[in-house]
């Protein structure tokens, strides 16, 4: 598709944006200057939406609230629901039946796009992949965006944002979710990336199997001459790897492979692409700690490479990359003691990783909101590695019952999160850590992980030294 053609495609057609998000607040404008007719719908009423109705109203597009959301279906070409906005809900399955044209948000940013999309996906891990893999096109020399699912406090950039603002030379690295590959047909990244799966959003998904589903359809539009990136470790990537048109790249920490592949070899980062081995750096030059950010790295190593990144930049980041906010991030050392922010752990896979990553005695603080998640997994870790456990949240009682069922007895209940450091502070002993690692989203108490996190930190920077 040219470019006049990409930028015309949208012209004079009736756009109908579900949800008043940031998705929504960030698609309204770019639909709108390639010349759509922009409506957005939202069932929440207009007290229930604060600020965000204010930043809607400014947008100057038509809007449909409340009992009327269902109205903006009317004659409209194309649906754009928020990632937010659930495939069963009221509003999106009158869409289905009308037999209208749903494309997610990353989608309309695809087909907008004339910059390279390398596009990172999975449960775990991919946050920190896109923005190294980000910092490693940087290194290169190459104006790069990272956009999409990512959120690391100053890092919130939606894609289609990033697809109207780039070159044709400026390449997006985009972390997307499994929401948003709901509503995917056309969305095709240059060099996709799924750094593992494991069960989670079993709140949202109505099963494990509908969930990895989404996670494949990240690869499902590419071609021979695209790249997919893949975890050859993790069962349920591997699955999506062993059938796949575009050019695969396995990563594998354990073991190398005589194919196109990411390992560690002797004790050495290396990558082999185009029948060579290549060098990149030893893996004890990483500053991010963990066997999940080894792993991290090879895809984005995998991924920068293939791209046609050099060695040395890739290296270059590597070694300077510090990590990512609210994971592991470490926010104050008081009386010997670390306190760790690691609140973008929101499933129980990821506490798992973190917990096994910390490699000391350490205190938890759990808890919040299930995703319909089984704590058993995290039961044994903390059994295994925590000296004391704080669960606060809805999910409080099950996350303990599973530690007891462990044999982890030292386990306190809280009411609040300032009450969770307070209780931990008053266990820990120099040379543990106390980390805040929920397993759960934040629902229950904070608006997101990103607040609860400021909230962690905040709140340590309050506690006088000793």
């Known amino acids: 598709m040219t470019t006049a053609v990409k930028t015309r495609q949208f012209e004079g057609k009736r756009i109908a944006l579900i949800g008043i998000g940031r998705t929504g607040l960030a698609a309204a404008p770019v639909l709108s200057h390639h010349g759509a007719k922009v409506v957005i719908a939202d069932t929440a009423q207009e007290a229930e939406l604060g600020a965000r109705l204010g930043a809607a109203r400014a947008l100057d597009v038509e809007l449909f609230l409340g009992k009327t959301a269902l109205s903006a279906l009317d004659g409209a070409d194309i ?3 928020s990632p937010g906005v659930p495939r069963d809900a009221p ?33 775990n891990g991919k946050t920190t992949t896109a923005i190294l893999l980000g ?30 603002e780039a070159q044709a030379d400026e390449p997006i690295v985009a972390e997307v979710s499994s929401f948003q590959l709901e509503w995917v047909h056309e969305f095709r990244p240059k060099v996709g990336i799924l750094t593992n799966i494991t069960p989670d959003h079993l709140n949202r998904h109505h099963d494990v199997s509908e969930y990895v589903g989404c996670k494949a359809r990240l690869f499902a539009a590419q071609r021979p001459d695209d790249v997919a990136v893949v975890n050859a470790v993790n069962r349920y990537a591997r699955e999506i790897g062993q059938d796949l048109v575009s050019r695969r790249i396995w990563f594998d920490r354990q073991h190398c492979r005589p194919t196109d592949s990411a390992c560690v070899r002797g004790g050495q980062i290396v ?18 700690p963990g066997t999940h950010n080894l792993e991290n ?11 046609g990144a050099e060695p040395d930049a890739v290296a270059e980041a590597l070694r300077k990359f510090e990590g990512v906010v609210h994971r592991m991030e470490p926010v104050r050392r008081i009386g010997g003691v670390l306190y760790i922010n690691n609140s973008m ?59 007891r069922e462990a044999g982890l007895t030292s ?30 989203a934040s629902f229950d108490m904070f608006q997101d992980f990103e607040q609860r996190g400021e909230a962690f930190r905040q709140i340590v920077r309050s506690i006088p030294n000793v």
Request: hydrophobic share 50%; glycine share 6%.
């Open 79 to 81: 649906v754009v629901p």
């Open 91 to 123: 509003i999106l399955r009158d869409a289905v039946r009308r037999g209208m044209r749903i494309c997610s948000e990353i989608e309309i940013a695809y087909l907008l796009a004339e910059a390279p999309i390398l596009a990172v996906t999975g449960t």
């Open 135 to 164: 910092e490693m096109l940087r290194a290169d020399g190459r104006k790069t965006f990272v956009a999409g699912n990512v959120s690391a406090d100053d890092v919130k950039l939606p894609l289609i944002t990033a697809a109207h």
């Open 271 to 288: 990558v082999r692409w185009d029948d060579r081995e290549i060098p990149i750096c030893r893996a004890d030059e990483l500053q991010i």
């Open 297 to 307: 790295a090879l895809a984005a190593s995998a991924a920068a490479i293939a791209f």
């Open 345 to 403: 752990c929101t499933n129980v896979d990821a506490a798992v990783r973190s917990l096994d990553a910390v490699g000391g005695p350490v205190v938890v603080i759990a808890g919040g909101v299930s995703k319909n998640s089984d704590f058993a997994p995290l039961g044994a870790a903390l059994a295994r590695g925590a000296r004391h456990l704080v669960v606060l949240g809805r999910a409080a009682d099950e996350i303990a019952e599973a530690a």
């Open 411 to 440: 386990i306190s209940h809280a009411d609040s999160l300032e009450e969770a450091v307070t209780r931990a502070t008053a266990v820990a002993l120099p040379g543990d850590a106390v980390m805040l690692s929920p397993a759960c």
